[in-house]
């Protein structure tokens, strides 16, 4: 799945929607520390009154907002695994009958809980839903709908939330006139921070593929491999985060701690086409000749058997392959730190020609070419002579 496919998805999250069709919507409740289940309720999802559908359509958006690689996850299934999740979920989204749906959900629940139960009372929901695609775009010269042939994705939704103890709260009784002290028993859920996800099967471009499925971590690049390999039981993952330490440490492994913020900017600038390019195809990845030829076109003079043994050193496979968008900072905005003791700075990565370290009377001196006069506080800047 890319972005395009999840936002399709997430903006068919919500209610009355002809798109989205949601038949069940299961809710399993488990103690904290515990490793059984304490209840669980299954309903038609249209039985929910409107603000209750409401709140869950909200959690679900919430649960699928995130960048790929950073909040959310496409995981591909292990092969040969016992008590395989994509066996149990795929023979749940098969299921025409109501209780074997929730036989199977009750087994992905007991592998979520069974070695690691979670800290609070949690509140894990299913929902069984068709998203329908339209494959075409409205005609309407001939009057022709984009409802009229359509793609008919069935998928399993899940959401793992904590629960929250009542508040404590001092009351007014108009009719009394008098305060009272009211404390609620029942634990509140909160589907407004969902502790973690998924989503079965991965849905490319209206096309399902029961072979991966979308994980969806609570905090940007920082996944719960456990979930990822025995609940899920996924492949390993690499965040961008960790995408992008695995090229700094190979660039400088190659060109050193320091470079021209000029090569940086050429470098990055580079590794942007290519995102742009492919774009509406599968994310590119970066070998060690495609990082030893953006290096070169950035300003350096590096071979590519340093660039390969460079990958040996820091990922221990030589074969490894980056994907580009998780190392090019977010390129129209300002993405770049520029850390020092006197002050913090953020810049473009497009923009970083436009700075320079300098030596100024004796001192090193962070100098940014500019078009206006800079403003502190309200006031212009004095311009002064400038002397290498």
Same mark, same amino acid.
């Given at each position: 799945m890319d972005k395009k496919d999840i936002a399709g998805i997430r903006r068919q999250l919500k209610v009355?929607?002809?798109?989205?069709?949601?038949?069940?919507?299961?809710?399993?409740?488990?103690?904290? /520390?515990? *490793?059984?289940? #304490?209840?669980?309720?299954?309903? $038609?999802?249209?039985? &929910?009154?409107?603000?209750?559908?409401?709140?869950?359509?909200?959690?679900f958006k919430k649960l699928l907002t995130g960048q790929l690689d950073e909040k959310l996850f496409e995981l591909k299934f292990q092969r040969d695994v016992e008590n395989s999740s994509q066996?149990?979920?795929?023979?749940?989204?098969?299921?025409?009958?109501?209780?074997?749906?929730?036989?199977?959900?009750?087994?992905m629940t007991q592998k979520m809980i069974e070695d690691q139960p979670y800290e609070t009372d949690t509140v894990i929901t299913f929902i069984r839903a068709e998203y329908l695609k339209p494959t075409k775009r409205r005609n309407?010269?001939?009057?022709?709908?984009?409802?009229?042939?359509?793609?008919?994705?069935?998928?399993?939704?899940?959401?793992?939330?904590?629960?929250?103890?009542?508040?404590?709260?001092?009351?007014?009784?108009?009719? /009394?006139? *008098?305060?009272? #002290?009211?404390?609620?028993?029942? $634990?509140?859920?909160? &589907?407004?921070?969902?502790?973690?996800?998924?989503?079965?099967?991965?849905?490319?471009?209206?096309?399902?593929?029961?072979?991966?499925?979308?994980?969806?971590?609570?905090?940007?690049?920082?996944?719960?491999?456990?979930?990822?390999?025995?609940?899920l039981n996924g492949e390993d993952i690499m965040t961008a985060k960790e995408d992008k330490a695995v090229f700094e440490e190979v660039v400088k492994d190659v060109v050193g701690e320091q470079v021209n913020p000029s090569t940086l900017a050429n470098v990055y600038g580079e590794i942007n086409r290519v995102v742009e390019e492919h774009e509406e195809e599968t994310p590119p990845t970066l070998d060690y000749k495609d990082v030893e030829r953006v290096l070169n076109q950035g300003g350096e003079q590096v071979d590519a058997e340093t660039v390969k043994?460079?990958?040996?050193?820091?990922?221990?496979?030589?074969?490894?392959?980056?994907?580009?968008?998780?190392?090019?900072?977010?390129?129209?905005?300002?993405?770049?730190?520029?850390?020092?003791?006197?002050?913090?700075?953020?810049?473009s990565p497009q923009d970083l020609e436009y700075v320079k370290q300098v030596n100024y009377q004796g001192k090193r001196c962070i100098m940014i070419e500019v078009e206006e006069d800079a403003e502190v506080d309200g006031f212009k800047m004095l311009p002064e002579a400038y002397t290498e």
């Open positions: 009355d929607n002809d798109l989205l069709k949601i038949s069940d919507i299961f809710n399993v409740y488990v103690m904290k /520390e515990a *490793t059984d289940i #304490y209840h669980h309720q299954s309903q $038609p999802f249209e039985m &929910l009154d409107r603000d209750q559908q409401e709140l869950f359509m909200n959690n066996f149990i979920l795929h023979k749940g989204l098969l299921s025409s009958d109501v209780e074997d749906w929730k036989e199977q959900m009750l087994l309407e010269e001939t009057e022709e709908s984009e409802r009229d042939a359509v793609y008919s994705n069935p998928f399993i939704l899940c959401s793992i939330n904590k629960t929250e103890e009542p508040k404590k709260e001092i009351h007014f009784d108009y009719i /009394e006139k *008098t305060f009272k #002290y009211k404390i609620e028993a029942d $634990p509140v859920i909160d &589907l407004k921070n969902p502790l973690s996800g998924f989503l079965f099967p991965s849905i490319t471009d209206g096309a399902a593929d029961v072979n991966r499925v979308l994980y969806a971590a609570g905090k940007a690049n920082a996944p719960d491999d456990r979930f990822i390999e025995d609940v043994s460079a990958f040996q050193r820091v990922t221990d496979n030589e074969s490894y392959e980056l994907k580009a968008s998780s190392i090019v900072p977010k390129y129209n905005s300002k993405s770049i730190k520029i850390n020092t003791k006197i002050a913090n700075i953020s810049i």
